[in-house]
């Protein structure tokens, strides 16, 4: 009954700003926090960005920040992962999770803290 929809992958130019959206469906989208996670082929799925509840606090990992902004629009069940300048290693499936559970120390960034996922969208950057 739940699903996260992720949209807005493919190919892009490296320096290119790609959207990324997740809409959710068949939860109440303002009690999840929001993350972001992305695979590259033969490696492990990576923390990218997380977001709370209603916005108030994003988290990235070091490898995106500056390049990656998360935002989520509660109105909309959806969260977003703005990239820009994008490099050939941000090639990934990128992939949407929530987490019901609260933060107290910050953001999960374990897989397994994670209650939904989608089923993930590749992003391509070619040089």
């Known amino acids: 009954q739940v699903q996260l929809v992720e949209s807005g992958g493919g190919l892009v130019q490296a320096g290119g700003s790609p959207r990324l959206s997740c809409a959710a469906s068949?939860?109440?989208?303002?009690?999840?926090?929001m993350g972001w996670f992305r695979q590259a082929p033969g490696k492990e799925r990576e923390f990218v960005a997380a977001?709370?509840?209603?916005?108030?606090?994003?988290y990235y990992a070091d490898s995106v920040k500056g390049r990656c902004t998360i935002s989520r629009d509660n109105a909309k069940n959806t969260v977003y992962l703005q990239m820009n300048s994008l490099k050939p290693e941000d090639t990934a499936v990128y992939y949407c999770?929530?987490?019901?559970?609260?933060?107290?120390?910050?953001?999960?960034?374990?897989?397994?803290?994670?209650?939904?996922w989608g089923q993930g969208t590749q992003v391509t950057v070619s040089s």
């Open positions: 068949g939860l109440t989208f303002s009690n999840y926090h």
């Open positions: 977001i709370t509840w209603s916005g108030g606090r994003t």
């Open positions: 999770a929530a987490d019901r559970s609260a933060w107290y120390h910050g953001p999960e960034t374990d897989l397994f803290g994670y209650d939904y």
